[in-house]
């Protein structure tokens, strides 16, 4: 489904169940991220070169309005992705106090701490990550064990406090 939503000719079903997601998501849930609410947004961007606007960055401008989009793009050299390196990353204009970071599949991680990183480094005060989705495979070290102790997914657990709202 993550692949799909993003595919040069994306499968209708795909982009749908991502954009309820994320919809749902950020709408149903949005007050819980404290009175300190985000005042502006961003997606953290491809760094495989990639060219042309994200797709989940096209599914969140629906809904967020006049809250400000912070430019993220990836630096021209990018060296070992999956490892934290703010310097993967060029923040464009950070004049927000707390970014909102979109992040569309959470595998190890690192992208997207990278990204908040290079935010607070650009002038954020506050950063908030918020995945869609996290890549979870059994054949990786302890991850079996890992996905054997969590629960069934529901959308009403708050994706901030990791309680019910």
């Not at 999956?82 to 959470?106: C, I, K, M, S, Y």
């Not at 190890?108 to 990204?115: D, H, I, P, T, V």
């Not at 979870?136 to 997914?153: D, Q, V």
């Amino acid at each position: 489904m993550m692949y799909g939503y993003k595919a040069r000719t994306p499968a209708p079903t795909n982009r749908t169940l991502v954009t309820s997601l994320l919809t749902y998501a950020v709408v149903a849930h949005w007050e819980c991220v404290g009175s300190d609410l985000p005042d502006a947004w961003t997606v953290v961007p491809s760094l495989s070169g990639r060219v042309g606007h994200h797709p989940l960055g096209e599914i969140a401008r629906g809904f967020f309005g006049s809250i400000p989009y912070v430019p993220l793009t990836a630096a021209q050299n990018v060296t070992d992705p999956r490892t934290f390196r703010p310097g993967n990353f060029v923040a464009h204009e950070v004049p927000a106090r707390h970014v909102l970071v979109l992040e569309d599949t959470w595998v190890s991680g690192a992208r997207a701490q990278s990204a908040a990183a290079k935010l607070k480094q650009e002038g954020a005060r506050v950063v908030t990550a918020l995945t869609v989705a996290r890549w979870l495979r059994p054949e990786w070290a302890s991850t079996e064990s890992y996905i054997k102790t969590l629960p069934l997914f529901d959308p009403d657990i708050c994706p901030y406090t990791g309680r019910s709202c």
